[in-house]
């Protein structure tokens, strides 16, 4: 979050404090106090209390759960029974559970209460509340992948006192699940790889009335049971406690990753030390330490406005994706959590030796891993892998793949908080083209708007936002614009008036209109629970009534938390209600992507007969959002540690599910000095969303202000990612179809070699084999790349050789240069010619890189549509898979014919490939001068000319085959 309102002469003397602090004091962090701690969080230190409790109890610790025999029936897929829980007080409480096996090869777990179930509870302080435990985040997140698989079926070996399902790709799967005490292990080929409730710590809070106590004898563990204080709010809780809880272990397993967002290592870190020392001090202080290196506290995961978020560290930030993977030598599992209220996630590592479980040959500890959550029920998805490409494939399923962009939408994007008016707009765009730089979106930040009502343009700065759009259509350029959820609540603004009218606000625990404080200052927020905010979002949308936006304005969702100044926490009371009267704890993480949903809509239904994909940028996101929607990392700091952290908190976002992620380029906070700028813009380009953005009271920082050498430095980095464009939509189209990240870390890459699991340093574009390990630390000339196979890889740039596996090699890095290798055995598609804007390089023609790997072959693949609308639904589409193999260069089509595929191969007709690079080439190649070219249908070959060149010793040799000009949407070979 970050405040600006116009200035007075006094703000604008506090400005100048605040600036001349932040020279003196680079990198301020955030305010700790306005966050909670577990310790300060009622149900979290609950959960942590048990935990520490089973722990100090060791082996005579026994879960309360047990699952009734009698209770129990198994049909087509899925186990229903009742789970009994025996409280202190020897009272039996029944929870229904459900274990599903999914013909993905996922199972599901969903515990939930029966009495809240039947709404047998009573609700304090008159509220509305629903009396039901949320169970509906999964209509916002689930969107397919739920068939249960038809040949599950019961283990005939079952032993007394365990119920067996066998399950998964030729019944490799199996569930043994425990009745007494409850618990789930999941085995695949016979190995247990996920336990649950192994731990003993699972719990849900059944619900209780209030038993009043007299003033001042009230149990110390029931003072937040009811209501709760933090920062001066208080929250009401009229169901009382109902918080659900759960362990997960992974045996053998020494990395986890996942549950983004925080700013932290790719590889989790512990959060707790394990065994609890039997020491009643830390008991009872939960907060223990989590060793050195580790934190002390739970990661957290709950939505929020973090103002100036520190690095490394377990804090919640804007988003939250409760997805894991856990990952060893040749093995990755998984699980997901679903559930949208606050969440914290403790983790342990534990020495192998101390676990008989874990004897296996390539373990080195167990993780176990302790999640729970303030409300809703349990309802957990586990994965068995075996490799990270299945768990992102089955995830995917269920939570839906990346959009496929609009073409523009992962080219370079120019942002600034603001671009003050219609005239500035067009003279950035006017100076981008005479510096020769490339870039396809310029963004509008909050202050385009009237007072900050959105849908509406400031009549003095603003007053031909037509004519701006127009300008920038001339290059096929596109504006994106902000619109947050918060509406001014003012009564002559339409907006607010017909949220109003139409009943389509949130409302406080009264059950009137919540009003808080934003950047409009008293503002209320439209409800997307509510399925009339949708027709009535769509219709704000439309160009009639977006009065002066064109079909080349894309929508910024920020502040989607929701981000409240005056809340607690910085976002709303968690007893405001939402539409069904939902309580806002139950949904606080989902609500973010509600309003994306909306948003996403709208943007489909804008113009009748015009559909294109929708670019909707959001802050706030759940699982899930990677299907509307890119994020960023939020309100960073132009300091060379955020720099750092921005690539591990990228190539989480990817292996979470949601890839098309980047970071304020240059940080949003501050001034970064040429050095840093640059070699964020270097670091920049391999973010899949790649756009730069600043803070109002930054210094303006466009590529072309910055002086000679930075300007051409930067300037070229942004051409980098324009040459390889190809490549990343390529990468994009496949996290489209199968979920795999388009950046991705080295262990899903090289999944059986250790010494690579926690490198989140240095990162693969796709399946590309370029490895880009951007500079990130200030003065740092040369730096090392982890090179995990002994194949030969390649400087990107002169063909310096590489080549020695599990070791770390020297590359340089003076500052015009960006550390980028080839692995051998690659074919990468490239696009030369530099452009004004990605969509203005639609009909040039391709280069194809080629390097051989150890057995002399190499493949690659390209994916090309129009970039633009959803007729590649219908076919219209080029595919191909580019194969070298002996001494034959080949194009052949994976694609799948349609309705619209010929149409659009005619228009791709003239698109040729006019270059083919060979790095390293055979030697016998010297002698060559020419290569036979077969288009498919040809009665006979044609020639074109093969140049052979040789390097200085280091460099590899290349051959280049001039204009081979063969098409690309056409089958064909080379024959070398
Ligand atoms: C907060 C966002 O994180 C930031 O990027 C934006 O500039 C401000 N809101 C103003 O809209």
């Not at 001014?488 to 907006?495: E, I, P, Q």
Request: charged fraction near 25%; charge should be negative; hydrophobic fraction near 35%.
């Amino acid at each position: 979050m970050a405040r600006s309102r116009p200035m007075s002469p006094w703000t604008l003397f506090l400005s100048f404090v605040v600036l001349i602090a932040c020279i003196v004091v680079p990198g301020v962090t955030v305010k700790h106090e306005n966050f909670k701690t577990c310790q300060q969080s009622g149900f979290c230190k609950r959960n942590r209390a048990l935990a520490d409790n089973a722990s100090a109890q060791g082996a005579s610790w026994s879960s309360p759960y047990e699952l009734d025999p009698a209770t129990i029936h198994f049909k087509d897929g899925q186990l229903n029974g009742i789970l009994i829980k025996t409280t202190s007080t020897h009272e039996k409480i029944r929870m229904p559970v459900t274990v599903s096996f999914l013909e993905s090869g996922a199972a599901r777990i969903i515990v939930d209460e029966e009495k809240r179930l039947k709404g047998d509870i009573e609700v304090r302080h008159d509220s509305k509340a629903n009396k039901k435990r949320y169970d509906e985040t999964e209509k916002w997140v689930i969107v397919g992948g739920l068939e249960v698989s038809k040949s599950a079926k019961l283990n005939a070996q079952t032993e007394t006192g365990f119920t067996n399902i066998l399950y998964g790709p030729e019944d490799k799967f199996q569930a043994i699940i425990r009745h007494a005490p409850f618990e789930v292990e999941f085995q695949r080929d016979g190995e247990t790889h996920v336990q649950i409730n192994h731990q003993g710590l699972l719990n849900m809070e059944h619900w209780r009335p209030k038993v009043e106590h007299k003033e001042g004898e009230s149990p110390e563990e029931e003072g937040t049971w009811w209501e709760e204080s933090f920062g001066g709010n208080t929250d009401s809780k009229p169901r009382g406690p109902e918080s659900v809880g759960l362990d997960v272990t992974f045996p053998g397993y020494n990395h986890v990753f996942g549950i983004p967002e925080h700013a932290d290592s790719l590889s989790l870190r512990e959060t707790r030390l394990d065994p609890l020392p039997p020491c009643a001090c830390i008991v009872a202080n939960h907060d223990n330490r989590g060793g050195p290196g580790n934190h002390e506290q739970p990661y957290r995961l709950y939505n929020s406005d973090v103002f100036e978020y520190e690095l490394n560290s377990p804090m919640t930030l804007y988003g939250a994706i409760p997805f894991m993977q856990a990952h060893r030598k040749d093995s990755t599992v998984g699980v997901f959590w679903l559930n949208a209220a606050e969440t914290w996630i403790d983790i342990v590592k534990e020495a192998a030796n101390s676990n008989p479980l874990s004897m296996s040959a390539h373990s080195k500890s167990n993780t176990k891993t302790h999640w729970f959550s303030e409300a809703g029920r349990i309802d957990l998805f586990v994965f068995l892998g075996p490799t990270p490409q299945d768990i992102s494939k089955t995830y995917g399923q269920l939570t839906g793949y990346t959009q496929l962009p609009q073409h523009f939408a992962i080219a370079y994007h120019q942002c600034r908080w603001n671009y003050v008016t219609d005239e500035d707009v067009k003279e950035v765009d006017a100076k981008f083209d005479k510096y020769q730089i490339p870039y396809d979106v310029i963004w509008l930040d909050l202050e385009y708007t009237d007072d900050r009502k959105y849908f509406t343009w400031d009549p003095l700065t603003f007053p031909n936002p037509k004519g701006m759009q127009e300008k920038l259509d001339e290059s096929e350029r596109k504006l994106v614009v902000l619109i947050d959820p918060h509406i001014k609540n003012k009564d002559d603004y339409f907006v607010s008036q017909e949220l109003k009218s139409k009943n389509l606000a949130v409302l406080n625990k009264d059950g009137e209109i919540y009003d808080g404080w934003c950047w409009p200052g008293s503002s209320n927020w439209v409800d997307c629970f509510n399925p009339a905010s949708f027709p009535w979002w769509n219709s704000l949308h439309k160009f009639d009534r977006f009065k002066g936006s064109l079909s080349n304005l894309f929508i910024w969702n920020d502040m989607n938390e929701p981000s409240v100044f005056n809340g607690p926490e910085t976002t709303m009371p968690k007893d405001n209600l939402h539409f069904g009267n939902w309580e806002h704890r139950d949904i606080h993480n989902v609500n973010g992507i509600t309003l994306v949903n909306a948003t996403y809509q709208a943007m489909l239904e804008r113009k009748k007969g015009e559909v294109r994909r929708p670019f909707i940028l959001t802050r706030s996101y759940y699982a899930g959002a990677q299907r509307m929607s890119a994020m960023w990392t939020g309100d960073n700091q132009a300091t060379w540690d955020h720099l750092g952290a921005s690539l591990p908190m990228v190539l989480t976002n990817g292996i979470a599910g949601f890839p098309f992620a980047g970071a304020d380029v240059g940080g949003f906070f501050h001034n970064p000095d040429k050095d840093l700028l640059t070699r964020w813009y270097q670091a920049g380009i391999w973010y899949p969303f790649f756009r730069a953005h600043a803070h109002i009271d930054t210094r303006r920082r466009e590529p072309y202000l910055i002086s000679e050498p930075h300007r051409t430095i930067i300037s070229q980095a942004i051409r980098l990612r324009y040459q390889l464009l190809p490549a990343w939509y390529t990468a994009f189209h496949e996290a489209s179809v199968n979920g795999t990240p388009i950046v991705r870390p080295q262990y899903y890459v090289f999944p059986e070699n250790e010494a690579g699991f926690a490198i989140d340093d240095q990162l693969y574009l796709g399946a590309t084999g370029l490895l880009a390990k951007p500079v990130v630390t200030e003065n740092t000339f040369t730096t090392t790349i982890y090179i995990a196979d002994d194949e030969k890889y390649y400087d990107y740039f002169d063909f310096t050789v590489y080549q020695g596996a599990g070791k770390r090699h020297t590359v340089p890095a003076p500052e015009d240069k960006i550390p980028l290798l080839i692995q051998g055995g690659h074919i990468v598609p490239r696009r030369d010619r530099p452009r004004r804007s990605s969509a203005l390089m639609r009909w040039d023609p391709y280069t194809l890189i080629l390097t051989l790997n150890k057995k002399g072959e190499a493949e690659g693949s390209l994916y090309v549509d129009d970039g633009e609308t959803f007729d590649y639904e219908r076919g219209a589409y080029i595919h191909r898979q580019f194969q070298y193999r002996d001494s034959v260069l080949s194009s052949e089509n994976l694609g799948t014919k349609g309705a619209k595929t010929a149409e659009y191969l005619k228009t791709m007709a003239g698109v040729t490939v006019e270059r083919v690079v060979i790095i390293d080439p055979p030697k016998e190649w010297k002698d060559k001068s020419t290569v036979v070219i077969i288009e498919d249908g040809a009665k006979t070959g044609s020639i074109a000319v093969l140049e052979y060149y040789e390097q200085e010793s280091g460099k590899a040799p290349y051959a280049v085959v001039k204009s081979p000009n063969v098409g690309i949407g056409k089958t064909w070979r080379i024959e070398f």
